[in-house]
């Protein structure tokens, strides 16, 4: 648990470092312009029940992504061609955008604060579930 807390302080601390001062402080995740998100924290979870803390990694899932809601792409930034998901649904309610799509027999919902980048999201596939926290700030 310390190891997990650890590298989400490293990740999170790795992603504030890519936002220049005058982009986080105009805080506008709004979709507006691409953004880098890291997924600190993963939660993976089975139809038995029973649910583990997990890295991205360990689940074959990306850390860093480049959301891309104009271009409607998310892009994983660890892979050696860069592999990209298409956004199927972009949608803005109550402060919050909602990202939705599909890859490999899977569906995922992304929701980023637009004020404060904070992201979360679920990826469900048959028999398992995984439900992501992070952060995202502009390039």
Same mark, same amino acid.
Request: net charge neutral; charged share 20%; with cysteine.
């Given at each position: 648990?310390?190891?997990? &807390? *650890?590298?989400?302080? +490293?990740?999170?601390? &790795? +992603?504030?470092?890519? @936002?220049?001062?005058? @982009? @986080?402080?105009?805080?506008?995740?709004?979709?507006?312009?691409?953004?880098? =998100?890291?997924?600190?924290? $993963?939660? %993976? =979870?089975? *139809?038995?029940?029973?649910? #583990?803390?997990?890295?991205? %990694?360990? +689940?074959?899932?990306? &850390? #860093? #992504?480049?959301?891309?809601?104009?271009?409607?792409?998310?892009?994983?930034? %660890?892979?050696?061609?860069?592999?990209?998901?298409?956004?199927?649904?972009?949608? /803005?309610?109550?402060?919050?955008?909602? #990202?939705?799509?599909?890859?490999?027999?899977?569906?995922?919902?992304?929701?980023? /604060?637009?004020?404060?980048?904070?992201?979360?999201?679920?990826?469900?596939?048959?028999?398992?579930?995984? $439900?992501?926290?992070?952060? =995202? *700030?502009?390039?």
């Amino acid at each position: 648990m310390k190891l997990l &807390a *650890a590298m989400g302080a +490293v990740l999170s601390a &790795a +992603v504030m470092c890519l @936002a220049p001062p005058q @982009a @986080a402080a105009a805080g506008k995740y709004d979709g507006s312009a691409p953004m880098i =998100c890291g997924a600190m924290m $993963v939660t %993976e =979870c089975g *139809a038995d029940g029973k649910c #583990l803390y997990r890295t991205a %990694e360990d +689940v074959n899932l990306p &850390a #860093l #992504l480049r959301v891309d809601a104009k271009a409607m792409k998310i892009r994983n930034l %660890e892979a050696a061609k860069g592999r990209e998901s298409p956004i199927k649904n972009v949608e /803005h309610m109550n402060g919050k955008m909602l #990202l939705q799509g599909t890859e490999s027999d899977r569906g995922w919902t992304v929701v980023i /604060h637009e004020d404060t980048g904070k992201m979360s999201g679920t990826v469900s596939a048959d028999g398992e579930g995984f $439900v992501i926290f992070g952060q =995202c *700030a502009l390039p």
